[in-house]
């Protein structure tokens, strides 16, 4: 697992990245709107395609670090070596599949804001300041520090995954327990499983809880929602 001090630094780059990613963005969408000839439905394709890889190349890193150093970090607490080339591809994989969907969604929920924005601003003859505010939301500090905190408790969780998943390999049995961090007591979805044991586990060892309180289902590895800070503690069935 990674420190407290680790996860903090982790993200907190990766917030600045996402939020120098989105002030590009958001400076070009208000350019490209007030230098538009005609109405405008969207931003063009070329807009989006720059969007989508300015922030995958924001993300790409903080991600890799924290799935590696999570794992590296578990691996250490045990005192269990495996071979970290499998590791490595694991988190290779990870950042190349989860985050096309994570970016391409981050993309498309943006683009709904845009189009909807765009159709008021010229329906009803707004200024492009009133344009900006609108959209502003999207491409804030705010919003970078959400996907932040959330995607750094993600792929620490999964790194853990990735180790435990090869250390389950050679046979050994592993319990995981849900730890839920202080600003994450208070929550009513994650302070009903602070110290539970999983309820069960997939056949690579994937844990899921079912939640003391019905309404809420059953929760797999952290997060639980935006922000979520949790974590899992793995222990060595003995």
Not at 166 to 179: E, F, L, P, Q, S
């Amino acid at each position: 697992m990674i420190t407290d001090e680790q996860r903090s630094e982790y993200e907190r780059k990766l917030a600045r990245r996402v939020a120098r990613a989105f002030g590009v963005s958001y400076r070009e969408a208000l350019e490209i709107v007030d230098k538009a000839a005609g109405q405008l439905a969207d931003l063009p394709g070329e807009y989006w395609d720059d969007y989508t890889a300015r922030l995958s190349q924001a993300i790409r890193d903080p991600l890799m670090g924290s799935y590696t150093d999570s794992a590296d970090g578990l691996l250490s607490t045990l005192g269990i070596g495996v071979d970290w080339t499998l590791i490595n591809q694991d988190a290779i994989d990870y950042i190349t599949n989860y985050m096309y969907g994570m970016v391409g969604g981050i993309t498309e929920r943006t683009a709904r804001v845009i189009r909807k924005a765009l159709a008021a601003y010229y329906r009803d003859g707004l200024t492009l300041d009133e344009l900006a505010t609108m959209i502003g939301k999207s491409f804030s500090a705010s919003r970078a520090e959400a996907i932040a905190v959330t995607e750094i408790t993600r792929s620490s969780a999964e790194g853990e995954m990735s180790a435990v998943k090869h250390i389950m390999a050679n046979g050994v049995v592993m319990v995981a327990t849900w730890m839920t961090t202080n600003d994450d007591l208070v929550c009513p979805l994650c302070g009903p499983l602070n110290g539970l044991d999983a309820d069960s586990y997939t056949a690579d060892g994937r844990p899921s809880w079912i939640h003391p309180n019905g309404s809420y289902g059953i929760i797999g590895l952290p997060p639980a929602h935006v922000r979520c800070r949790c974590a899992v503690q793995w222990r060595i069935v003995t």
